[in-house]
C-alpha cells in the first residue's frame, strides 16, 4: 500500500484507544445525506413503480391504434392477427370518448372507456380494482362502473340509474334529430390509485360505446398485454412490422402513450435529487472543514513527510485520500441507515401518523396504509458516485495547502 | 583521498525581516567525510539550524555549493542519503513506534519484510524492542528520541544530521541517546553532523566546529 494511503487511513481510524471525533463527526454527516437520499429517491421509486405499474396493468403495455381518429373497422380480424404475433399474450379492442353523466341535479363530464368483457381480463385485471362486493360480471350493457371520486362527484350509489349524454347525440340535434339519454345503472367503483383515472372515468361495455358514439362495428384501438419479460418498446415495433399497412394503424409502447407523464416523474425524481444533493455538499463542507484543521495541526508532520522524501502531490493524495475514505464510509453506512430506515418505513409512518391521531386521514388522502418503496440500482449507483466524487472534492482544498507547505517552512512551524 | 560525503562550499544565506537584509551564513565551508561525527555550536540565532536546513537540501542557499558524495542534491535522493533527527523528535502520533520507524521505508517504497525486519532491528538496537507498539504518547522523552533515531537510520542513510536531538531531555537521558547516536553511526560508518549547545555531546564527536558571525570556525 503507497505510504500515503496508509497514513490517510492511519489518520482518520487512528490505532488505540482514542476516539476519532473529527472522523465520526465527518462521516455521520455524509451518512445522513446518503441516508436521506436512499429513503427519498426509494419512496419516490415506490410511488412511480407503483403508478407505472397500475398504468400498464390497466392499459397494456402496447397499445395500438390509427392516427388522429381514424377508426379499425373490422376490430376482430386484426385483433386476432395481433394476437398471433411472438410474444403478445392478450389483446383487448377499446373505444374511449367523453360524455355528460347526469345524476338527480350534478353532471360530471367523465372519459367514457368502453372495454370488451370478452377479451379484457386478457390484459387488464381489472376486478383487481372494483370495489367488492362487486365483479367487472356485473358489467352489461345497461349498466355502468364509475371510478370511485366520480362517483363521490356525482352523489351516485350502486344500483342508482344516471343518465348519459353522448357527442353523437349533439350531432344529431344539429340535424334537427333527436336522441334520448341513455339511463345506466351503477353497477359498481373502481379504485385505480391514480388521481387522473380514479377522478373522472366510467367503464362501460364496448357495445354501449359503440352504439353510444355511432361506431357500428368500429373500434379506436386495441391494447396489447406482453408475455412476461417482453419489452414494450420493441415489442411494439414487432407488431407495428406485422400488421398489414392497410389496417392503417400501429403500435405504441405505454411510455410513448405516457411520455409526458413520465417525463414529469423523472423530472420530479431529478429535482429532489437534485435538492436531496446538496446535503451531502453541505456534509462536505464540514469535510473540507475538519481536514483543513488537520492541515494545520499537523504541519510539523507534512515537513517531516517532505523532509522524509514524501513529494507534494503525495501530501497532497494523503488528504484526497482521507476525503475519499470519509465519502466512502459515509456512504457504507449511509446505505446501510437507508436500507434500514426502509425497512421500517411503515412502522416509522403508522407510528407518527398514530402518535398525531391522523392515521384515518393518511387512508383517506393518500389511499395508502403503505408506503411503497422500489430502490433501483442506478439510482444507488448516482448517489455513491456523487458523493464519493463531492467527498473527494472536499479533500482537495486541504490537499492543496497540504502540498504548498515547504518542508523547511512547515518543521519551523509552532 | 576519500571522497566526502559532504561537502558544502561558500555556502551564504540572507533573510528579509521587513526592511532589513540578515546575512545569516557569510561563507560557509564544511566538510565530512564517511564515518566522522561533526558538532557545530554556537550562540542561539546564530545560523546552526539554517545551515543544517540548507545542508538538508530542505532550503537553497543564495550562494554555494553544495556536494551529497560528490554529487548535487536531489530532492528524491534525500531520503535514501540521509537520515535527520530534530529536538522535537516529530513522531506521527498516530503511529506507534515500529509504524514511525517504518515511515522513513515506507515513502521510499521499500518491500514490507525486509523493512519491517530492519524496523524491529533497529528498535532493538536503539532498546525498544518492547516498545515497538507503543505510540509516541506513550513513550518518555528519550524514547520517542530513540525512535526518531532509528528512524533517521532506517534507510542506511550515508549522512545524519541531527538537530539540537537533547534539546528537550534531561542531561541524563540526553548523555544516553548522544552516545546511542554517535555509536550507531560510528558502528554503520554513517557520517553525523551535530547541532548542539551542549559541550560536553560536542566533546564527544571526532570535531567541533562553531558558528560565529555567519562563518564557521
Known amino acids: 500500500m503507497p505510504w500515503y494511503l496508509y497514513l490517510a487511513l492511519k489518520q482518520l481510524f487512528p490505532t488505540g484507544r482514542r476516539f476519532p471525533f473529527f472522523t465520526a463527526i465527518s462521516v455521520l454527516g455524509v451518512t445522513l445525506g446518503v441516508a436521506l437520499l436512499v429513503v427519498v429517491m426509494s419512496v419516490m421509486g415506490g410511488f412511480g413503480y407503483e403508478i407505472r405499474r397500475m398504468i400498464t396493468d390497466t392499459q397494456g403495455e402496447v397499445q395500438v391504434r390509427g392516427d388522429g381518429q381514424v377508426l379499425v373497422e373490422q376490430p376482430e380480424e386484426l385483433r386476432a392477427a395481433i394476437a398471433a404475433i411472438p410474444g403478445v399474450a392478450g389483446v383487448t379492442p377499446n373505444a374511449v370518448g367523453v360524455g355528460l353523466l347526469k345524476f338527480e341535479n350534478k353532471s360530471a363530464f367523465p372519459q367514457i372507456q368502453g372495454i370488451d368483457v370478452r377479451h379484457i381480463e386478457s390484459v387488464a385485471n381489472l376486478n383487481r380494482f372494483i370495489l367488492k362486493p362487486d365483479t367487472l360480471d356485473d358489467l352489461d350493457d345497461d349498466s355502468v362502473i364509475l371510478s370511485s371520486q366520480l362517483a363521490v362527484a356525482l352523489g351516485a350509489r350502486r344500483g342508482d340509474k344516471i343518465e ?56 379506436h384501438g386495441f391494447n396489447v398485454r406482453l408475455a412476461p419479460g417482453e419489452d414494450a418498446a420493441t415489442a411494439a415495433a414487432r407488431i407495428t412490422a406485422a400488421l398489414p399497412p392497410a389496417a392503417g394503424v400501429q403500435a405504441y409502447p405505454w411510455t410513448d402513450s405516457f411520455s409526458d407523464f ?118 444507488v449507483a448516482k448517489i455513491v458516485i456523487f458523493t464519493l466524487v463531492i467527498s473527494t472534492l472536499a479533500g482537495l482544498l486541504p490537499a492543496w495547502r497540504a502540498a504548498r507547505l515547504k518542508p523547511v517552512e512547515a518543521l519551523r512551524h509552532e | 583521498m576519500s571522497e566526502h560525503v559532504l561537502a558544502a562550499t561558500g555556502l551564504r544565506k540572507t533573510y528579509l525581516s521587513g526592511d532589513r537584509r540578515i546575512e545569516v551564513l557569510r561563507g560557509v565551508d564544511l566538510a565530512v567525510a564517511a564515518g566522522e561525527s561533526v558538532a557545530i555550536r554556537g550562540e542561539s540565532g546564530s545560523g546552526k539550524s539554517t545551515l543544517l536546513n540548507l545542508l538538508s537540501g530542505l532550503d537553497a542557499p543564495d550562494i554555494g555549493s553544495l556536494r551529497w558524495a560528490g554529487r548535487t542534491p536531489a530532492a528524491d535522493t534525500r531520503a535514501r542519503f540521509l537520515g535527520m533527527v530534530f529536538q522535537s523528535f516529530y513522531l506521527i502520533p498516530e503511529l506507534d513506534a515500529l509504524a514511525n520507524v517504518l515511515m522513513a521505508a515506507r515513502i521510499l517504497g521499500v518491500p514490507g519484510a525486509a523493512g519491517r525486519a530492519r524496523a524491529v532491528e533497529l528498535l532493538a538496537k536503539v532498546g525498544l524492542a518492547g516498545r515497538a507498539t507503543h505510540l509516541p504518547t506513550q513513550l518518555s522523552g528519550g524514547e520517542r528520541q530513540r525512535v526518531a533515531i532509528a528512524r533517521a537510520l532506517m534507510n542506511s542513510p550515508r549522512l545524519i544530521l541531527a538537530d539540537e536531538p537533547t534539546g528537550n531531555l534531561d542531561e541524563a537521558t540526553g548523555d544516553n541517546v548522544i552516545a546511542l547516536l554517535l555509536g550507531l553511526c560510528a558502528e554503520t560508518q554513517t557520517a553525523l553532523v551535530l547541532v548542539t549547545h551542549n559541550a560536553a555531546h560536542a566533546a564527544k564527536t571526532s570535531r567541533q566546529l562553531f558558528l560565529h558571525d555567519g562563518v564557521l570556525k
Open chain 1, 164 to 219: 348519459f349524454y353522448s357527442l353523437l347525440m349533439i350531432e344529431k340535434l344539429q340535424e334537427s334529430e333527436t336522441m334520448l339519454p341513455r339511463e345506466l345503472r351503477v353497477a359498481g367503483f373502481f379504485v385505480v390509485g391514480h388521481q387522473q383515472l380514479d377522478g373522472n372515468t366510467a367503464l362501460v361495455t364496448l357495445r354501449r360505446m359503440q352504439d353510444l358514439y355511432g361506431l357500428g362495428h368500429s373500434v
Open chain 1, 262 to 379: 413520465l417525463w414529469v416523474l423523472q423530472l420530479e425524481k431529478n429535482m429532489i435529487f437534485f435538492l436531496l444533493l446538496f446535503i451531502v455538499i453541505v456534509a462536505a463542507f464540514s469535510v473540507t472543514s475538519s481536514l483543513l484543521i488537520s492541515v494545520v495541526r499537523k504541519t510539523r508532520e507534512i515537513g517531516l513527510l517532505g523532509a522524509l522524501g514524501g513529494r507534494p502531490r503525495q501530501v497532497a493524495a494523503c488528504f484526497c485520500t482521507q476525503g475519499l475514505l470519509i465519502g466512502g464510509c459515509g456512504t457504507v453506512c449511509g446505505l446501510g441507515l437507508g436500507f434500514v430506515l426502509l425497512w421500517l418505513r411503515n412502522d416509522i409512518v403508522l407510528g407518527l401518523a398514530r402518535l398525531f391521531g391522523h392515521q384515518d386521514v393518511m387512508r383517506q388522502f393518500y389511499m395508502v396504509t403503505q408506503l411503497p418503496s422500489h430502490t433501483s440500482g442506478l439510482d
